[in-house]
């Protein structure tokens, strides 16, 4: 089993933030971490890949405790694609790419021809080979998201964890990248929103409330109308979609609280 | 059907390329900046020929021996030569640690005037000048250097948990600064004769006059250490483009370097000030240019930024001493008039948050 988590905890200032959460990554999967804001998806990515020291339990990499790797060991095997990371650097798409490969080159030596190789192929994947040379900050959000993802095949994971890859993105482009995501061999474990979206390109979802994981597995054996009511405190209906054939979560209006009508 | 042109068959000429480029760039800059060190050194209110400043200079480095007039001879070496190095130096000295700021700050605006740090080296120096603090046994330098580890402590600890708010770590340096320079004017106006707030006041600014040749050797060792250290972490200072956690998931062992390379600018930015006191502003305006001319990659950015600082310093130097005849002005009035329209366009320039 490559990635395994035991119990892990972590706490910042006082507040328990992830709560005794235990999980395994099965190789090759799409996972969703899913749950509302301020569940701990976005630090449990980042007790995952060491930016965290969780405060009790272990993370394990083929066995191996997280805490015994080298941060350049670890960045072999693990990239993190943050939650709209930007600069005010002038910097092209290449140069961003070509930061993946930190990681593998020494101090001495230079650039090498594996290091090109990594670097054409992760361009093509996220198909932005033609605007290498373009700045930084004339690309969208959706293109910086692809890039990123880029400089992160570059850095030849085997893991690939992402943050929120579609916030802030406009649908088309959400669907373009969870797309490119799912077409990836990488293991990818990805926090996300969107239940549907999760739905439809997660092999595995993990949802989670409080910094505890409330239910693991395939999407619908975690996706019922009573978890999303205990969860995000909202109703619904979920069936197979006749279109895509996904689950898909149909949200209902609240019933506990009069709606906007004369009597309030 | 054209064959399809491969990256493999480009490679070679690329790799030439890349070989050829900055050795010329380099070049190029040391040529310059030889150039301005001998125009800085050949002018001045005495005149010397400049066959005979050419020849002191030879005498001087070792290289010839030609009998001179004594006292141009001295001029050259024991004044002007030596007051050029150091401003080279300096120069490069105070790019490099704008560079390395910018980098590890991720802002724009960084650099050791800025934040206070030059203010809290005056501090530092001056304390020691004035008041005698460690009986002595304590050099200039090292109150300069005590004064802007504190200065820096004081930056971190008001903007805590700096690089994610881009704005904060500068406010932060202004009020740093402002104390700084409170304390040090209470040292000054308490305990300092009139004579001494004289040349306190006057070195605050920034003043080449008093360098000789063992500050020539301390600056250039400083510099030199302080170069070679930034440049072995010029691929981490790359891997901070997209902020601390970015870094460290690229394998970058982000404490580590960044507690190295703030005393290595610490310790640079204090050198400095204790040699010809706070200058502004060079720390700002040359890393920029030099990343108009060699982009934002470090292995290329550091030595450009190196060179350019040095160049700049050595011509601010002149201009400082020829702009008012019959004395110099401080040379921090002549790299602020310089540096801060650039800070306002940089701020100007600055791209909203995403």
């Not at chain 1, 669907?175 to 990818?188: G, P, Q, S, W």
């Not at chain 2, 580890?149 to 600064?177: E, Q, T, Y």
């Not at chain 2, 004579?195 to 063992?214: A, C, T, Y």
Request: glycine share 8%.
């Amino acid at each position: 089993m490559p990635i395994e988590a035991h119990e892990v905890s972590w706490s910042t200032a006082g507040r328990l933030i992830v709560d005794r959460v235990s999980l395994a990554l099965q190789p090759g999967q799409t996972v969703g971490l899913l749950g509302p804001n301020g569940a701990g998806k976005s630090s449990l990515l980042r007790l995952l890949c060491g930016l965290r020291r969780a405060s009790a339990g272990v993370i394990t990499f083929d066995e191996v405790p997280l805490t015994r790797l080298k941060r350049r060991d670890l960045a072999r095997r693990l990239a993190l694609v943050e939650q709209s990371a930007t600069t005010d650097a002038d910097i092209t798409v290449l140069d961003v790419v070509r930061l993946g490969r930190t990681p593998w080159r020494s101090l001495l030596a230079g650039w090498r021809g594996e290091d090109s190789a990594a670097v054409e192929q992760a361009l093509a994947r996220v198909a932005m080979s033609e605007r290498r040379h373009q700045q930084w900050h004339t690309l969208s959000g959706g293109e910086r998201q692809r890039v990123h993802i880029a400089r992160a095949l570059a850095q030849q994971p085997g893991e690939l964890l992402l943050d929120e890859p579609t916030n802030h993105l406009d649908i088309q482009h959400q669907l373009d990248i969870l797309a490119l995501i799912r077409r990836l061999e990488t293991t990818c474990v990805m926090a996300l929103h969107d239940l549907n979206l999760a739905a439809m390109f997660c092999d595995q979802l993990v949802l989670m409330k409080a910094g505890r994981v409330v239910a693991a597995g395939e999407p619908a054996s975690v996706l019922t109308p009573q978890r999303i009511h205990e969860v995000y405190g909202v109703a619904a209906v979920v069936e197979r979609s006749p279109h895509h054939g996904c689950l898909q979560v149909h949200y209902l209006p609240r019933t506990d609280r009069p709606g906007p009508g004369p009597e309030r | 059907m054209t064959p399809l042109r491969t990256p493999d068959t480009r490679a070679p000429r690329a790799a030439r390329r890349t070989l050829l480029l900055p050795v010329l760039l380099y070049g190029t800059g040391l040529l310059l900046l030889a150039a301005a060190i001998a125009l800085a050194v050949s002018i001045g209110e005495i005149r010397i020929p400049f066959t005979t400043t050419l020849a002191a200079i030879g005498n001087a480095l070792g290289i010839s021996d030609v009998p001179l007039d004594r006292i141009h001879e001295s001029i050259v070496r024991d004044y002007r030569l030596s007051r050029a190095l150091v401003a080279a130096c300096c120069g490069a000295g105070l790019a490099l640690c704008g560079a390395i700021l910018q980098a590890l700050l991720r802002n724009p605006l960084a650099e050791p005037y800025v934040l206070g740090i030059s203010a809290g080296a005056s501090t530092g120096a001056v304390a020691v000048m004035v008041l005698g603090l460690g009986g002595g046994a304590v050099s200039l330098s090292l109150g300069a250097f005590v004064g802007s580890l504190g200065a820096f402590a004081a930056v971190v600890a008001l903007s805590s948990g700096a690089a994610s708010r881009p704005n904060r770590i500068i406010l932060a340096g202004v009020a740093s600064s402002q104390l700084f320079n409170a304390l040090t004017a209470w040292i000054v106006s308490t305990s300092a004769s009139a004579e001494q707030v004289r040349g306190i006041m006057f070195w605050l600014l920034g003043n080449l006059g008093g360098v000789r040749w063992p500050e020539v050797q301390l600056a250039l060792a400083v510099v030199a250490v302080a170069f070679v250290t930034c440049l072995a972490c010029a691929r981490a200072l790359d891997a901070f483009t997209f902020g601390q956690d970015a870094a460290a998931a690229l394998g970058i062992p982000v404490r580590g370097v960044r507690l190295l390379l703030f005393t290595v600018t610490a310790l640079l930015t204090a050198a400095m000030v204790s040699m010809v006191g706070a200058i502004g502003f060079v720390g700002l305006v040359i890393p920029h240019a030099a990343r108009l001319v060699v982009g934002p990659t470090h292995v290329r950015l550091l030595p450009t930024a190196l060179l350019t600082g040095a160049i700049f310093m050595v011509l601010a130097d002149l201009v400082s001493r020829l702009v008012v005849p019959g004395q110099s002005l401080p040379i921090g009035v002549v790299t602020a008039l310089v540096g801060a329209p650039v800070f306002a366009i940089i701020l100007y320039r600055a791209r909203p948050p995403m």
